[in-house]
């Protein structure tokens, strides 16, 4: 149980243009689905956090507008990254959290690493 | 703002070698604290830990938390070669359920 999928797991794309990822929880419902973003050798930075049917919440420092996010449906979020540049290239993880319980743990997806050129 | 310290930053051993991990956490309206496995991609669940003193196993690894000292240990014992990995602590806490990761402990196992 507790499965997430993350698609696609590998992006390259030119500089300007916008590319969407989505995540998955595929055998529970997911209330509470994260964001995070990863660079090589380094922790995971919380970029968002998003409650099925509103608005996400931005952590400071992560432009609202360049990164859009989406979750729709209690299975489904997604992450737009606007007019992409190189500094966008990393590694893009979401995470879900069952509603069943009231508890902390994520369940993460595979990740999916964009190389803007 | 939210803090966790993971030490050591790194740590090689070799096979069957004991190891212990640690963290140490400020985080504001603390519930409870994860850790997690990381090889090559995402982060994979191992513990939860709610409450102090009570130590959690699953097979060679456990983990156990300290609320009053904010602090946990993972321990890994008779370690092999697919041990080798980052071990990241992520105490959680607040209405959003927000973890904060720590930098990680990277851990090999030479043969």
Same mark, same amino acid.
């Given at each position: 149980g507790a499965v997430v999928s993350q698609h696609p797991s590998w992006v390259i794309c030119k500089s300007g243009t916008s590319v969407k990822i989505e995540c998955r929880s595929l055998d529970f419902q997911a209330t509470t689905m994260f964001w995070y973003r990863q660079f090589p050798k380094q922790s995971l930075m919380l970029m968002a956090t998003s409650n099925e049917g509103s608005k996400a919440t931005y952590e400071q420092g992560v432009e609202k507008d360049k990164f859009l996010i989406n979750?729709?449906?209690?299975t489904l979020s997604t992450l737009t990254v606007t007019?992409?540049?190189? $500094?966008?290239?990393s590694f893009y993880i979401c995470s879900a959290r069952?509603?069943?319980?009231?508890? $902390?743990t994520q369940y993460f997806g595979p990740g999916t690493r964009l190389l803007v050129l | 703002e939210d803090k966790v310290v993971q030490s050591p930053l790194s740590l090689v051993v070799h096979e069957g070698d004991t190891v212990t991990l640690n963290c140490s956490y400020e985080v504001t309206n603390f519930r409870s604290l994860l850790w997690y496995k990381q090889e090559k991609k995402a982060p994979t669940f191992l513990f939860m830990l709610t409450s102090s003193g009570i130590e959690k196993k699953s097979g060679r690894l456990s983990s156990i938390l300290d609320k009053k000292e904010l602090f946990s240990i993972l321990n890994i014992t008779a370690?092999?070669?697919?041990?080798s990995a980052v071990y990241l602590c992520a105490p959680g806490g607040g209405s959003n359920y927000k973890l904060t990761f720590g930098k990680g402990t990277l851990l090999t196992v030479n043969p």
């Open positions: 979750h729709a449906s209690l007019s992409a540049h190189p $500094e966008d290239s069952d509603g069943r319980e009231y508890q $902390e | 370690t092999q070669t697919g041990d």
